[in-house]
């Protein structure tokens, strides 16, 4: 089945801490998207990429970093920069950026940091 | 500039009576339009998308939405509510395809609520 995967589901971890959440498709899509959910505030983007080897900050990249070097995955980097970490992330790929293609959501990872 | 405003951040229902989640956008081109569904701790789940085609869409679960562009609206319903479809609801507005922003911009979310 083709899909995407994210892993873990859960992550805990101690202030100061880098930590990196994984995300792996197989649907051979170009485009792949790092978003965060907190309670009432919907989804906020944190990285986007279009292709291999190129990525674009969203609106909320500070304490935060990702490579893209491999098409099937993007793994995003939580540093110790980020003043609030906890939170629900969610990676997302479409077919291309533009072209008004539907996004394919993983089922995301909860990480708290204490 | 592309903007999604969901009217309702949550609504609630009786089981076997309609929903009605309401969602106006804004846009500067031809948008694609989309309604997205998240139960509890899950990713998000396509529930229907219109891209300039038929105004009145039709998607999973018995949902259709109808493209108002006289009143920017989005407006996703459905005739009989079940217990399965309380969750989050997202309006997500995108005009890419016709020379806008590369991104989609999503709306803040709806929380439906289903009684027995």
């Known amino acids: 089945d083709g899909g995407i995967t994210q892993s873990p589901k859960y992550l805990f971890r101690k202030e100061g801490q880098n930590v990196t959440l994984s995300c792996e498709q197989n649907?051979?899509?170009?485009?792949m998207y790092w978003y965060r959910q907190d309670p009432g505030q919907g989804l906020r983007l944190i990285y986007y990429?279009?292709?291999?080897?190129?990525?674009q900050k969203g609106d909320i990249a500070e304490g935060y970093s990702v490579s893209r070097e491999k098409k099937e995955s993007f793994p995003l980097t939580v540093t110790s920069a980020q003043k609030n970490p906890t939170a629900f992330y969610l990676c997302?790929?479409?077919?291309?950026?533009?072209?008004?293609?539907?996004?394919?959501f993983g089922p995301g990872t909860r990480l708290t940091v204490t | 500039a592309q903007s999604v405003t969901q009217l309702d951040s949550h609504v609630s229902v009786s089981e076997g009576t309609p929903v009605l989640l309401r969602c106006n956008y804004s846009?500067?081109?031809?948008?694609?339009l989309f309604w997205y569904v998240q139960h509890p701790n899950k990713g998000l789940q396509l529930l229907l998308k219109?891209?300039?085609?038929?105004?009145l869409v039709k998607g999973i679960n018995g949902f259709e939405a109808e493209f108002k562009k006289s009143e920017t609206s989005f407006h996703l319903t459905k005739p009989s509510a079940h217990m399965s479809d309380a969750a989050e609801y997202f309006c997500?507005?995108?005009?890419?395809?016709?020379?806008?922003?590369?991104?989609?911009?999503f709306g803040r979310g709806t929380s439906l609520i289903v009684h027995p």
């Open positions: 997500v507005v995108f005009d890419g395809a016709s020379g806008g922003s590369y991104i989609p911009t």
């Open positions: 990429s279009q292709i291999v080897n190129d990525f």
């Open positions: 997302a790929s479409s077919p291309r950026l533009a072209g008004g293609w539907e996004q394919y």
């Open positions: 219109y891209t300039s085609a038929a105004t």
């Open positions: 846009s500067s081109y031809s948008p694609s």
């Open positions: 649907l051979n899509h170009d485009a």
